[in-house]
Every structure is written in C-alpha cells, then in structure tokens.
C-alpha cells in the first residue's frame, strides 16, 4: 500500500534553514509528480510546492518563492523540501502528497503523508 | 492566481440530514476540482476528483458536481464518521489553491 512518511520538521529560529524528507513507497515513485502541502495551526490547507514525476519541473507557492527547493531523489524514493530563511509565518505541518499521474496541473493530491510539524521562532 | 471560495465556512447538522458545501472559483476552471475530508489531527483524504468522480472506497453518499466555476459537495445522509472539515481545491493551473474548508459539526 501507498506509504508517505515525512521527517525533518522541529524547532527553528527565523531567519535559519531547515530541510524536510518524505520518504515514499507502495507506489512507482518515478512516476508520480509529488507535492508538499502545509497547514498552519487552526488554519486551512495551503499548496506550498511541486515537482514533476521526472524532477525537470518545479512550481512554488508566491510565499515561498526564492526560499524554498523542492527536489526528489527517485534512486531512494525521497522527497524532499529545503526551507531557507525561515519566518514565523512559516509555522505549520507539512505534508508531502502524491501526485494522482504524472502532471502537475490536472492531478489531485491522492495519498498524503502524517505531517511534519515546524515551528519558526525566537 | 484562482481564488477558491467555499460557502459555508461551517455548519451543524444532524445525523441523517442532507449537507450541501459549495465552492466557487474565480474563474472558470473546466472540471479540475478535488475534495478533501479532514478530521482533527489527521491529514486529509482524498474523497472526489474531476469534480465528480468518487473515489474507489468513499461511500456513495458522497457526491460532487459542477463545472466551470460553480462546484457543490452533498452528504446524502450525514453519518457521524462524517464529521471533519471539508476542502475544495482547484487542480487547474498553478498556484493550486483550496478553499477555505466548511467544518462540519454536530447539531
């Protein structure tokens, strides 16, 4: 079955880096465009990033724009997300979803992982 | 960027009552709209994609329709597994955007 489990998350001074995994399996990893979505606390969904099933294409969210990276490692079935220059908005949980086929736009977020919480603060 | 706007933001209901949540894009988005169910602490799961298209293992109560730029959601008959927050989201183009969420609460 569909497998996504993220890691990395943890406490952060603004300003600092911190980078997160999703580790993926059950699934042709290759295959899939593969998105990171946060939440803020008590707040609604919020789409942050993709990456194409083959890595050639990467979309951001306008507020994370020039600070973030999404990158994907198929040879490990990773995901991964470096977040620079972090800002207390930043706070949130950060899932990673699979991609339902192996566009960008058109496909639904099928799978998601549990969650990753970071907390940007002084 | 598509706007995404989601009436109500909540609403109590009863178990057995019929729920419509609907959701409104800025512009026209052909059939590109998803539904997610959220409970407290947990991620979301994916319930409906193309608008209308149920997911394998979501029960049939559920149900999506609409294009363009007006989309409805409707739980046939509430049952109480079905309390969560609900939200749309637009797969048109990007930025992908979602709704705000409806939280659907026991009257």
């Known amino acids: 079955q569909v497998q996504l489990v993220e890691s990395g998350g943890g406490v952060v001074q603004p300003g600092r880096s911190l980078r997160l995994s999703c580790a993926a399996s059950?699934?042709?990893?290759?295959?899939?465009?593969m998105h990171w979505v946060r939440q803020a606390p008590g707040k609604g969904l919020e789409w942050v990033a993709v990456?194409?099933?083959?890595?050639?294409?990467?979309y951001y969210a306008d507020s994370v724009k020039g600070r973030f990276t999404v990158s994907r490692d198929s040879s490990k079935n990773t995901l991964h997300l470096q977040m620079n220059s972090l800002r207390v908005e930043d706070t949130a949980v950060y899932y990673c979803?699979?991609?339902?086929?192996?566009?960008?736009?058109?496909?639904?977020?099928?799978?998601w992982g549990q969650g990753t919480l970071v907390t940007v603060s002084a | 960027d598509i706007q995404m706007t989601q009436s109500p933001s909540s609403l109590s209901a009863s178990v057995g009552d019929r729920v419509t949540i609907t959701c409104r894009a800025s512009?026209?988005?052909?059939?590109?709209l998803n539904w997610y169910q959220q409970k407290p602490g947990k991620a979301p799961k994916f319930l409906i994609n193309?608008?209308?298209a149920l997911q394998s293992g979501v029960p049939s109560r559920f149900s999506g329709s609409g294009s363009g730029t007006n989309f409805t959601f409707i739980i046939s008959s509430l049952q109480p597994e079905d309390f969560a927050t609900y939200y749309c989201?637009?797969?048109?183009?990007?930025?992908?955007?979602f709704g705000g969420g409806t939280k659907v609460e026991i009257k």
């Open positions: 979803a699979k991609g339902e086929d192996t566009g960008i736009v058109g496909a639904s977020f099928d799978y």
């Open positions: 990456i194409s099933y083959d890595g050639s294409t990467k």
């Open positions: 512009q026209s988005i052909s059939r590109y």
């Open positions: 059950g699934f042709s990893f290759s295959n899939h465009g």
């Open positions: 989201q637009q797969s048109y183009s990007t930025p992908l955007t």
């Open positions: 193309v608008a209308s």
